[in-house]
């Protein structure tokens, strides 16, 4: 096994290595003896030319490097860590390097920041990586430019649960320990890294090819044009990029293994008349490699790709032979000991699953009709149908898990699209050549490219409408059971590829597929026979409470009351990481009784990250949310989506009662009332007769018999952020240290933290 496939070997004890480390969190000082014995273990074993044990200790030592490369990544602080001496109550200067290409978003730029010293009376030297949000789109700042600004450091949010997505553990695996936001650029500080070196020649080049596109080429097709060639999609519309991803097709704005081979392939026959030897031929290609994947931003798409090119040359150049398993393998095991926590990573995982199955199964499939190979209809059609359905069988349980959503159009129209944007790329290249050579015959080219690009995008327009069919994947399982179950489903995939030849092969097909069924039917049989129940989850956000209901079946809704604007973004840094705890990635309605225009910002944020099916708001904020609208920009389908209540034209939502101060839940179990304010008791109960809370969506400055109005209109039970003040004769009890003694029924938020509503029997209310 270690003869033939040595790179394979070796990944297993790499990602093992990472996996035991993620999982135990060994400490270094474990950790660092560990490596020296186990590598003087590998060369005793190679000195006595042992043939199994040598490989076998030399395994567990890339292992335990690979986890103490991990281990400083995502777990193991040193004493001078920024985070130490975080505070998110106080603001400190931060000086630090830009680390990667800024990310731009719709609304914001997002960097990581590596900090090298906080300020202070005393500055002191620190370590870690930092992730800066910055409320502007901005490209003035760029990769390498050392910043100073102040700011408040807030940690990863955490999350409870093993079963729950772990935004803290997402961003720690990055090696991200802490997020800063700022409301401009305008307040950092810029010391502009080199005009010379590596990075700045990567920026010139990029610069370079922007501007050629923009100069030859109409605004929609350069900037499809740019996100073809390098992945760069801030001048994609943001309906544009939707329509990929409905489509099925969005892998073709990161750049991946086929845009280095068609790069690679143009700049190889662009040599080819030039009296080159290999090895210069060779080089020449390994630079045009380096720089191309420096370029597109270094995306693990394209450094998989770029890294196993480089194998391949260097391989051709030392005339060595070759297996593309082994190549692929250490192309994935050199970027692991780089990198130990991209194998975490959805775009990793994609990627290398994908070439994966493409290398083990086309060539099984193709061999079963050799007879064919030099038929045009094969080449040109049967051939690129094989790729397409074979990558999108390796890559559909991945999807599945993490987006919760298939495209069921999406081999057709990659079969459709692909083809356009490889051609289109070709003229890409060409067009720069030729502009380089002689701008006129750049124009010229351009000319036919700004067509092609245009005919591409009216495919993706046409396979990304809203009307084509989409299967929405919900996620019901728990990591380990999904895990499990991915492993299961390539497994099948490997049996399934050997079968193709292998009489052996069909018969372990059968067997394991009758396997796979009968234990598919005994954990839907166990998880029906569960018990299960709808739930409402109460909780405050800034100004007021959010309610989340989870129904049995289907996508849940959210209630927002009392929003108010925060220095930092409201979805992201509460709303989001609560729905994440939840496990919640998509919402069918979301009602909005109340919110300052400051706030509103956030919602239309909220609509696009949640996907949104139907906002609902009170039309207090229905000019607000107009104008809101329009100074950002939303696109149609996202302002179609927004419905208004409470007015002359009163929206219906089915289960929910709408009217201008309250929201009634009705529930087969009872009612649950939201209400903006209980101050004037405006309000009242109408569904007397059933067990119902009343929600008070603001902090409560209450009159003495507020409660018991209430409790007497038929409110069984009353939530509220917080009792802000009682007036009147209400008592107080000296053991609260003088704060107002109120009834059980009545629940501050404030001091439980959260809520949970269980529906199975009426109205049971539980902290969480």
Same mark, same amino acid.
């Given at each position: 096994? #270690? ?24 400490? !270094? ?15 005793? &074993? ?15 030592? *890339?292992?335990?490097? &690979?986890?103490?490369? #991990? ?27 830009? &680390? ?39 490209? @003035? ?125 143009? #700049? ?55 297996? !593309?398993?082994?190549?692929? @393998? ?6 692991? !000991? ?81 083809? *356009? ?32 690009? !245009? ?189 208004? #209540? ?31 304010? &209980? ?90």
């Amino acid at each position: 096994m #270690f003869r033939r496939f040595p790179s394979l070997t070796l990944l297993g004890g790499v990602t093992g290595g990472i996996v035991v480390a993620d999982l135990f969190h060994p400490p !270094l000082a474990f950790l660092i003896p560990t490596v020296l014995v186990t590598v003087v273990a590998a060369y005793l &074993a190679y000195r006595r030319n042992s043939q199994s044990l040598a490989p076998l200790f030399f395994s567990l030592a *890339l292992a335990t490097i &690979a986890a103490i490369q #991990f281990a400083h990544t995502a777990y193991q602080i040193p004493p001078s860590h920024f985070s130490r001496a975080a505070n998110p109550r106080l603001t400190i200067q931060i000086f630090g390097q830009i &680390a990667d290409w800024p990310e731009l978003k719709s609304d914001r730029t997002e960097m990581i920041i590596e900090v090298d010293s906080l300020g202070g009376k005393v500055a002191q030297r620190a370590t870690g990586r930092l992730l800066l949000k910055i409320s502007d789109t901005t490209t @003035a700042l760029q990769r390498g430019d050392r910043i100073e600004f102040f700011a408040r450091i807030y940690p990863a949010e955490e999350t409870a649960g093993a079963e729950q997505f772990d935004y803290g553990r997402f961003l720690n695996l990055k090696g991200i320990f802490g997020t800063a936001y700022l409301p401009s650029v305008l307040d950092v500080r810029v010391n502009r890294r080199p005009e010379l070196g590596f990075y700045a020649i990567v920026d010139w080049l990029r610069d370079q090819i922007r501007s050629t596109l923009q100069r030859n080429l109409s605004p929609e097709a350069a900037a499809l044009a740019s996100g073809f060639l390098i992945g760069e999609t801030r001048d994609i519309p943001v309906e544009v990029y939707r329509m990929f991803r409905d489509s099925g097709t969005l892998h073709l704005m990161a750049v991946s293994g086929s845009n280095v081979a068609v790069v690679l392939g143009f #700049f190889y026959l662009l040599l080819r008349p030039f009296p080159l030897k290999p090895l210069q031929r060779s080089g020449a290609l390994l630079v045009v490699v380096i720089l191309f994947a420096a370029i597109s931003y270094g995306d693990p798409s394209v450094m998989r790709a770029s890294v196993m090119a480089a194998l391949v040359l260097l391989a051709k150049l030392l005339q060595r032979r070759y297996d !593309l398993n082994n190549i692929i @393998a250490l192309a994935m095991l050199l970027i692991l !000991l780089v990198d130990p926590a991209e194998l975490f990573s959805v775009g990793f995982q994609l990627s290398f699953a994908t070439a994966w199955g493409l290398i083990f199964i086309v060539p099984r499939v193709t061999a079963l009709l050799t007879r064919y190979h030099n038929r045009i209809w094969y080449r040109w059609l049967l051939f690129p149908i094989i790729i397409s359905v074979v990558a999108q069988i390796c890559s559909t349980p991945l999807i599945a898990y993490y987006f919760g959503r298939l495209p069921l159009i999406s081999v057709v129209a990659n079969l459709v699209i692909v083809p *356009l944007a490889s051609v289109a790329l070709v003229l890409i290249l060409t067009m720069l050549i030729a502009h380089l050579i002689l701008p006129i015959t750049g124009m010229f080219i351009g000319g036919i490219l700004d067509g092609m690009l !245009l005919l591409t995008l009216k495919a993706v327009v046409y396979f990304g409408r809203s009307t084509l069919p989409n299967l929405e994947i919900e996620h019901s399982f728990s990591p380990v059971m999904a895990g499990s179950l991915i492993a299961a489903i390539f497994g099948l995939i490997v049996i399934a590829a050997l079968a193709l030849t292998s009489k052996q092969a069909r018969r372990w097909l059968v067997a394991t597929m009758l396997i796979f069924a009968n234990v598919a039917l005994v954990a839907v049989s166990v998880r029906a026979s569960q018990e299960e129940s709808a739930t409402v989850h109460l909780t405050t956000i800034p100004g007021g409470i959010a309610g989340l209901y989870q129904p049995l079946k289907g996508k849940p809704d959210l209630i927002l009351t009392g929003l108010i604007d925060k220095p930092y973004q409201i979805e992201e840094k509460v709303i989001l990481p609560w729905l994440r705890d939840h496990q919640i990635a998509k919402i069918n309605r979301c009602f909005v009784l109340s919110a300052n225009y400051q706030s509103l910002d956030d919602l239309i944020r909220l609509v696009d990250s949640c996907d949104i099916e139907q906002l609902f708001v009170s039309t207090h904020n229905e000019a607000g949310i107009r104008q809101v609208c329009t100074e950002l920009q939303v696109d149609e389908r996202i302002s179609q989506r927004i419905r208004f #209540f409470g007015g002359v034209a009163n929206a219906s939502a089915a289960g929910v009662a709408l009217s201008q101060n309250q929201i009634d839940m009705i529930l087969p179990e009872g009612t649950i009332t939201f209400v903006g304010s &209980a101050e004037k008791l405006v309000f009242r109960n109408q569904f007397p007769g059933l067990p119902t809370v009343a929600v008070v969506g603001k902090p409560w400055r209450c009159e003495a018999g507020d409660w018991i109005a209430l409790h007497e209109l038929g409110f069984d039970q009353i939530v509220c952020p917080k009792i802000a003040q009682v007036s009147g004769n209400a008592s107080s009890d000296p053991h609260e240290s003088g704060e107002p003694a109120v009834p059980a029924y009545i629940h501050q938020l404030s001091k439980l933290g959260e809520l949970k509503i269980d529906l199975t029997r009426p109205l049971s209310l539980q902290t969480r």
